[in-house]
């Protein structure tokens, strides 16, 4: 069951970078989707540390395949943020988080044969519905909107789901550190593809010449620690089912409601959660679902 700890590392270190994401898109040097996406795939080449430690040529045909799978990532994350970028963070998120693990599971199943028990498929369900309670997020007095950027939004879910379970399926066929790393040249490359686009190198260029030090060494700290959360979700992508792994988000969303109520408590310049006794209700029976979900996995 070592891959349900490296989850919820991955998804504890995730819930960290949040927070401060949270802070880096106040920044007028980083509030652009295509800037924090570039700086999480070209930081991806410090994974290349890991390849004295088992890194082998698996053939060209393999090194594609990781490369694609890198690339397609950097384009779900990408579209991840555009649709942040232009609707709520926690209406985009919970439509993200709840669909997601569905199509996982779905393309799980068509593509790599991945089953799930019955037992299984409850702990799917209790952290799916768990996962969409604690990230959805009503505001009274208000009349809510439809999602936006609809076209964002299906992207994330789709490549999303197929980056997990392209994935797993090169995990299933390589060692670890092998499809692990050469994946993440995926990343790098598709990053340094993005400053072809004249408008996109400009928004870089631009976001690097007016960040200052204290903020680019921040930017810096919070992707590699995004870096080593992304080492832990894979590996628990690696060693279990990729549905069950990206159902484990919600587990994201739990540790980051804890960290806001902490940091609203002691430090809120940092961090401030609005919360009431209604909201705290949803997020506790969330969690309670989340951790019920918990359960039915480690049994």
């Known amino acids: 069951m070592s891959w349900l700890y490296f989850a919820l590392i991955g998804y504890f270190l995730y819930a960290a970078v949040t927070i401060g994401n949270k802070y880096l898109l106040r920044q007028r040097a980083t509030t652009r989707p295509v800037v924090f996406t570039f700086w999480v795939g070209l930081m991806s080449a410090f994974t290349f540390v890991l390849a ?11 090194v594609a395949f990781d490369i694609l799978t890198g690339v397609i990532y950097f384009v ?14 926690s209406r985009a998120a919970s439509v993200v988080g709840g669909l997601t693990p569905v199509f996982v599971l779905l393309f799980a199943n068509f593509f790599i044969g991945e089953a799930l028990g019955w037992q299984q498929l409850a702990a799917f369900g209790f952290l799916v519905v768990g ?5 959805l997020e009503k505001k009274q007095g208000e009349v ?11 992207a994330t879910i789709i490549l999303g789901a197929i980056y997990f379970v392209m994935l797993k399926y090169l ?8 499809g692990f790393v050469w994946s993440r040249l ?9 400053l072809l686009y004249p408008l996109w190198r400009r928004e870089i260029k631009l976001s690097w010449s007016s960040a200052t030090k204290s903020l680019g060494a921040l930017m810096v700290g919070i992707k590699t620690l995004a870096g080593f959360g992304s080492l832990f979700v894979s590996l628990a992508v690696a060693a279990g089912s990729a549905s069950l792994v990206n159902a484990l988000q919600g587990a994201q969303f739990a540790f980051l ?13 940092v961090c401030r959660e609005k919360t009431n006794s209604a909201i705290f209700l949803q997020k506790s029976l969330a969690i309670i679902l989340i951790c019920v979900g918990l359960v039915f996995v480690a049994i």
């Open 186 to 194: 995926g990343l790098v490359l598709a990053a340094l593809a993005a």
């Open 257 to 269: 409601f804890l960290f806001t109520l902490l940091l609203s408590r002691f430090w809120p310049g």
């Open 76 to 89: 779900a994350l990408l579209a991840y943020y555009r649709a942040l970028d232009i609707n709520e963070a």
């Open 144 to 154: 809510r909107e439809g999602i936006k950027g609809l076209k964002s939004v299906i």
């Open 171 to 178: 995990f299933n066929q390589q060692d670890f550190i092998t």
């Open 131 to 135: 996962g969409f309670l604690i990230s």
């Open 52 to 62: 004295p430690f088992g890194l082998h040529w698996p053939g060209w045909s393999w």
